[in-house]
């Protein structure tokens, strides 16, 4: 290893330790989000802020811009965790910390790469920074919406990499989700006369066979594999639902005459929302009624565009479909193309002792600069 190597990996660690040093949960963010603030105000870059989410960056408008954008908020920390460090791991060096994987390690990434003044005066590309607090909440409380209506030049951006954990891999789309409330109806009754109603609990029981033996599909779009994933999530009678209080019926000796489940469909980048709605209402069919309580839309994978193309090409990393939903379809619903790309391992994200490989993070480092010096 040459000693500017050295150096590199040096400087990517301790920026590393140094920014899971602010352990931020979600809502929480206000205090990371003043020192990147003050940091790029010193550093001599516009920087606007819209709540705990910070926008470093303006493009002059000669070059294609792209956004380097990273959520600043983690899940709580545990006692493994807590306290940022350096480790060896079956013989390879770790960063150990909360967020270390999801997702610091690709916010110091991006950060490093767009401090990096030489080479972002000499890249073909406009840079901008999108820092942003509420990835891990509620999407109510996700500033990155705010922030794409508040910031209007950056709908107008030619790519925006998303570095959440992808394992190195170039991840394009992601998955939309839908989740429904299925009830089954039936009629209560006393368990020791049952023929005077009609279980709803049983009543599901076809269904949720037919789930457990076809809830995975694979689905190809633009040449990438995606798997749409049916699963019933949560499962309850009358009295032991989300936020119901007990009901005073004794019910271990009573025929439920109402069961829900909770349907999570995960869906290819496809089909709309919509179609996926008709979809999922098709398949349950009169057998129950469906109510759906959330919708998130899925992203396409954009292969074809320019810069999404020129990106895979200049990383020349193993590019997959986004198995899950990630903010890269906020992008998509304002029209810019985005895809996934980050140091962090998908596995340790939330884990207690999470870490991230030192090598993947100088790996990440150097394929993103890659990019940025291509064009």
């Known amino acids: 290893m040459t000693a500017t190597d050295t150096?590199?990996?040096?400087?990517?660690?301790a920026?590393?330790?140094?920014?899971?040093r602010d352990v931020c949960t979600t809502g929480e963010e206000g205090p990371i989000a003043d020192a990147l603030a003050a940091r790029y105000t010193d550093l001599g870059h516009e920087v606007t802020r819209v709540g705990n989410s910070v926008v470093v960056g303006r493009p002059r408008g000669e070059r294609p811009l792209v956004l380097l954008v990273g959520h600043l908020d983690v899940v709580p920390p545990t006692a493994d965790d807590l306290e940022p460090r350096v480790e060896t791991r079956d013989g390879d060096e770790v960063v150990v910390a909360r967020g270390a994987s999801d997702m610091k390690a690709g916010n110091i990434v991006a950060m490093r790469a767009f401090e990096d003044d030489a080479r972002t005066a000499a890249s073909p590309y406009d840079l901008a920074l999108v820092l942003y607090a509420g990835e891990e909440g509620p999407?109510?409380?996700n500033e990155l919406g705010e922030v794409l209506r508040e910031v209007t030049w950056l709908r107008s951006a030619d790519l925006a990499v998303v570095l959440e954990p992808t394992d190195g891999e170039v991840q394009l789309g992601c998955l939309g989700g839908l989740h429904a409330e299925v009830v089954f109806h039936?009629?209560?009754?006393?368990?020791?006369?049952?023929?005077?109603?009609?279980?709803?609990?049983t009543m599901a029981g076809a269904f949720l066979a037919e789930l457990h033996g076809d809830?995975?599909?694979?689905?190809?779009?633009?040449?990438?594999?995606?798997?749409?994933?049916w699963s019933a999530t949560q499962a309850w009678t009358p009295g032991f639902g989300p936020g119901e209080p007990r009901t005073s019926v004794p019910v271990r000796n009573v025929i439920p005459g109402r069961f829900t489940l909770n349907l999570n469909f995960r869906f290819a980048p496809s089909r709309s929302l919509e179609q996926a709605e008709q979809e999922l209402r098709a398949r349950v069919g009169d057998r129950a009624e469906v109510t759906i309580v959330d919708r998130a839309p899925p992203a396409p994978p954009h292969r074809h565009a320019p810069l999404v193309a020129?990106?895979?090409?200049?990383?020349?990393?193993e590019v997959a479909g986004k198995q899950a939903w990630t903010d890269v379809a906020r992008f998509a619903d304002v029209g810019v193309p985005a895809l996934n790309f980050?140091?962090?391992?998908?596995?340790?994200?939330?884990?207690?002792?999470?870490?991230v490989p030192v090598d993947a993070l100088v790996d990440a480092a150097d394929r993103l600069a890659g990019f940025l010096a291509d064009g």
Do not use: K
């Open 342 to 355: 980050g140091p962090g391992l998908t596995a340790q994200a939330h884990q207690r002792g999470e870490y």
């Open 15 to 20: 920026r590393l330790l140094d920014h899971c």
């Open 186 to 201: 039936g009629m209560q009754a006393h368990s020791a006369r049952p023929w005077h109603g009609r279980n709803a609990l």
């Open 7 to 13: 150096a590199v990996r040096d400087d990517l660690v």
């Open 139 to 141: 999407a109510a409380g």
């Open 310 to 317: 020129a990106f895979t090409a200049a990383v020349d990393a």
């Open 215 to 229: 809830h995975v599909r694979e689905v190809v779009v633009d040449g990438i594999v995606y798997h749409d994933v």
